[in-house]
């Protein structure tokens, strides 16, 4: 049996690629007579050292998402066209049997062989992979991922020219829409505007501009266009890291004007937070939503809690900062339910309240939202509901009054069980 090409010896952890490079041989003596466009590539050299900081982190951190495997890739690099072509066809033969114990190996070549087969021919690949027979939804869904970073357009046109046909479905166009966001983002905010109006409807539910941004990125202007229409909460956690009076400024500006301000609140916070810790965020945030007008100061201390996930530690600083118990406990409300029993953020913010009558306003008002599910609720969940309500009041040593009262509440629209 001929030598396996070394690709499948480099898929580390993966004993069984071993068994699927068997599968393989030496390319053809035909396969080495190739066009300049489809030589094998100069091999990818040892990473320079790089200095310690944010941006080149996130860097390196795309670098990894783009080359899971680096001995693989040389390998591949060395491969013309042809043996490319070869090594995807002999793979997919294997990837179509899902009981194949190299089934998880064969899809690591197929999406790594891919990729590099398009960075050389281009749009080429893209036909030539269109017009085999057989599974090709990877293969064009790995190419036009890797399509999508630099040329969106290109990408787009395949999106719509291969959406009815047989083996390409939604699920890897949203794959590749993600990818061209991720370029997109990197080229900058007009790039992002652009993609918006060329993509519409393509873009769906995916979500728009998470990051990472290069340097210089103009955050204000994406936020400008688009804040109150999509949701862009993750561009402005990270503009608040390295700006945060300027995304304070605009976020403030678009709640004045009744935009949709509000929801970023959240952001602002946990970019802060994600630098300097909890203290520092409620210290600098805190302050300035009690300063907004008394109409929409409540929602505003509301939301904190309802867009991402603050921890234990932030729930306790904003309890903390709150200088009214009417607004604690309004923000209190939000973060006690069954939901929240892992991360501690439901007794974090109890304890966070000045009295027992304080707690029991929220625990009544919990109590009251939790009897409507408790009519219909399977007997394992009614359980459950009593057995948060009963632990969370005894770590609270909440009179056994008010712990009745709470409990009486919650049975109001239940059924023992």
């Given at each position: 049996?001929?030598?396996?090409?070394?690709?499948?010896?480099?898929l580390a952890g993966m004993a069984t690629g071993i068994v699927?490079?068997?599968?393989?041989?030496?390319?053809?003596?035909?396969?080495?007579?190739?066009?300049?466009?489809?030589?094998?590539?100069?091999?990818?050299?040892?990473?320079?050292?790089?200095?310690?900081?944010?941006?080149?982190?996130?860097?390196?951190?795309?670098?990894?998402?783009?080359?899971?495997?680096?001995?693989?890739?040389?390998?591949?690099?060395?491969?013309?066209?042809?043996?490319?072509?070869?090594?995807?066809?002999?793979?997919?033969?294997?990837?179509?049997?899902?009981?194949?114990?190299?089934?998880?190996?064969?899809?690591?070549?197929?999406?790594?062989?891919?990729?590099?087969?398009?960075?050389?021919?281009?749009?080429?690949?893209?036909?030539?992979?269109?017009?085999?027979?057989?599974?090709?939804?990877?293969?064009?869904?790995?190419?036009?991922?890797?399509?999508?970073?630099?040329?969106?357009?290109?990408?787009?046109?395949?999106?719509?020219?291969?959406?009815?046909?047989?083996?390409?479905?939604?699920?890897?166009?949203?794959?590749?829409?993600?990818?061209?966001?991720?370029?997109?983002?990197?080229?900058?905010?007009?790039?992002?505007?652009?993609?918006?109006?060329?993509?519409?409807?393509?873009?769906?539910?995916?979500?728009?501009?998470?990051?990472?941004?290069?340097?210089?990125?103009?955050?204000?202007?994406?936020?400008?266009?688009?804040?109150?229409?999509?949701?862009?909460?993750?561009?402005?956690?990270?503009?608040?890291?390295?700006?945060?009076?300027?995304?304070?400024?605009?976020?403030k500006e678009s709640i004045d004007s009744g935009g949709k301000?509000?929801?970023?609140?959240?952001?602002?916070?946990?970019?802060?937070?994600?630098?300097?810790?909890?203290?520092?965020?409620?210290?600098?945030?805190?302050?300035?939503?009690?300063?907004?007008?008394?109409?929409?100061?409540?929602e505003a201390i509301t939301t904190l809690s309802q867009y991402?996930?603050?921890?234990?530690?932030?729930?306790?600083?904003?309890?903390?900062?709150?200088?009214?118990?009417?607004?604690?406990?309004?923000?209190?409300?939000?973060?006690?339910?069954?939901?929240?029993?892992?991360?501690?953020?439901?007794?974090?913010?109890?304890?966070?309240?000045?009295?027992?009558?304080?707690?029991?306003?929220?625990?009544?008002?919990?109590?009251?939202?939790?009897?409507?599910?408790?009519?219909?609720?399977?007997?394992?969940?009614?359980?459950?509901?009593?057995?948060?309500?009963?632990?969370?009041?005894?770590?609270?040593?909440?009179?056994?009054?008010?712990?009745?009262?709470?409990?009486?509440?919650?049975?109001?629209?239940?059924?023992?069980?």
């Amino acid at each position: 049996m001929k030598r396996a090409p070394a690709i499948i010896l480099c898929l580390a952890g993966m004993a069984t690629g071993i068994v699927a490079g068997r599968m393989l041989a030496h390319p053809s003596a035909s396969a080495e007579k190739e066009t300049a466009s489809s030589t094998p590539r100069e091999s990818t050299g040892p990473i320079k050292q790089q200095k310690h900081d944010l941006n080149t982190l996130i860097k390196w951190q795309s670098r990894l998402a783009d080359s899971p495997n680096p001995d693989a890739q040389r390998e591949l690099e060395r491969m013309n066209a042809p043996a490319l072509r070869d090594l995807i066809t002999r793979m997919t033969a294997v990837f179509s049997d899902s009981r194949n114990p190299d089934w998880q190996a064969a899809r690591q070549v197929i999406v790594m062989a891919s990729v590099e087969l398009f960075r050389r021919d281009g749009e080429a690949a893209l036909e030539w992979a269109a017009s085999i027979d057989g599974d090709r939804e990877l293969m064009l869904a790995s190419m036009l991922e890797d399509a999508a970073f630099d040329s969106p357009d290109l990408a787009k046109h395949w999106i719509e020219r291969m959406s009815g046909a047989d083996q390409f479905h939604k699920s890897w166009a949203g794959g590749v829409v993600s990818r061209a966001i991720a370029g997109a983002t990197s080229r900058g905010a007009d790039d992002l505007l652009r993609l918006r109006a060329s993509y519409g409807d393509l873009l769906g539910d995916i979500a728009f501009a998470p990051g990472p941004f290069p340097p210089g990125f103009e955050f204000q202007k994406l936020f400008t266009s688009l804040g109150n229409e999509i949701q862009l909460t993750a561009m402005v956690q990270y503009w608040t890291a390295t700006d945060r009076e300027a995304a304070w400024k605009s976020v403030k500006e678009s709640i004045d004007s009744g935009g949709k301000g509000i929801r970023y609140l959240n952001g602002l916070f946990t970019g802060v937070a994600a630098l300097e810790g909890s203290d520092s965020a409620t210290k600098w945030l805190i302050p300035r939503i009690q300063a907004l007008p008394e109409n929409i100061r409540p929602e505003a201390i509301t939301t904190l809690s309802q867009y991402g996930i603050l921890s234990a530690e932030s729930v306790s600083s904003v309890m903390a900062s709150l200088t009214q118990e009417e607004d604690r406990i309004a923000f209190a409300k939000q973060l006690v339910t069954i939901n929240n029993t892992s991360t501690g953020q439901d007794l974090a913010a109890l304890r966070g309240l000045s009295s027992d009558a304080a707690r029991s306003v929220v625990l009544l008002a919990a109590a009251g939202t939790f009897s409507e599910a408790m009519a219909t609720a399977q007997p394992r969940h009614a359980k459950a509901f009593r057995t948060y309500f009963r632990k969370t009041m005894e770590a609270l040593d909440l009179p056994k009054d008010s712990q009745a009262e709470v409990m009486k509440v919650l049975e109001s629209q239940g059924t023992t069980r």
